[in-house]
């Protein structure tokens, strides 16, 4: 018998899966027996450099197509490429995301602008895109990458906090409008990961000290530590396996306790 759990004989569409969080994600489907790993990225050689890299992984079922997110018609011509090439989604996770920490009353237009259409645009366009067949076969799982500032502010990242605030919300109207198909909508609340969108804050000071940033999220995270990306791995799975199908318009936020933690005194 199948555990809950298992992911065994599904297609899994995880966007930007090239590194960090979503090459987490994908490599926890495949360990939990998913079918194909399906990826996109925006070049040729990102899409070659990720495909060697599952490979290295022994991840073999793995398709990478060259697509942003933000283009809804390629997006639209890459879901029927999809399903001649590999089969069925049965799984989307919206992944792909930028930020830019830029103060809100310097800050272009076309800056913020940026951010609200690939961190919070895109999703809608690209679950817009699945959405139809899943209805059809009355079955679904549709995971949005959220983020702590979801749910918290801080100096520089307006564009980032308003997409993801609007995430979790679009989450919660794709549960409210499709839940009576078997869609599930649910999002992931990530904490402070350690991957590229946030090697700047890690980034060792000119006289080799921690940089304040490092130090102020370990502080503020029960935890004590940043994240790895692999530890979002269980938590995805879930959201994507039948031991999830009673959960629905939900944030799993997977952060070392930051929401619950006041922050420590300082000494
Ligand atoms: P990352 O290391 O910067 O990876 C982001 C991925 O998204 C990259 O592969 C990037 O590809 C891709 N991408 C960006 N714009 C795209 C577009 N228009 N079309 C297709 N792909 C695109 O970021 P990460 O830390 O893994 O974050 C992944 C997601 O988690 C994001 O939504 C992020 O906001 C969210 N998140 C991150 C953290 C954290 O602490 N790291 C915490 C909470 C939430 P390119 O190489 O082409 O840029
Ligand atoms: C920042 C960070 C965050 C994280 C993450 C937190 O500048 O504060 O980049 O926004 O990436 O989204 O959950």
Known sequence: MN?????????????GACYGIGFAIAKAYAQARAKNIIFNARSEEAIAKAIS????????????????????????????????EVGQIDILVNNAGIIKRIPMHE????????????????PYIVSAAV?????????????NICSM????????????AAAKGGLKMLT????????????????????????PQTAPLRERQPDGSRHPFDSFICAKTPAGRWLDPDE???????????????????????DGGILAYIGKQPE
């Open 3 to 15: 555990s809950p759990f298992s992911l065994d004989g599904k297609n899994a569409w995880i966007t």
């Open 53 to 84: 890299d599952y490979h290295a992984e022994g991840i073999m079922n793995v398709h990478g197509y060259v697509c942003d997110v933000t283009d809804e018609v390629a997006i639209k011509a890459l879901v029927e490429r999809i399903h001649a």
């Open 107 to 122: 800050m272009k237009r076309a800056d913020f602008q940026a951010v609200i259409d690939i961190d919070l645009v895109a």
């Open 131 to 143: 959405l139809p067949e899943m209805m059809e076969r009355r079955e679904g799982k549709i995971i």
């Open 149 to 160: 500032m979801s749910e918290l502010g801080r100096e520089t990242v307006s564009a980032y």
């Open 172 to 195: 919660r109207n794709i549960c409210s409008e499709y839940g009576g198909y078997n869609i599930q909508c649910n999002g992931i609340g990530p904490g402070y990961i350690a991957t």
């Open 232 to 254: 979002l791995g269980g938590p995805a799975v879930f959201l994507a396996s039948h031991a999830s199908d009673a959960v629905n318009g939900h944030i799993l936020y997977v």
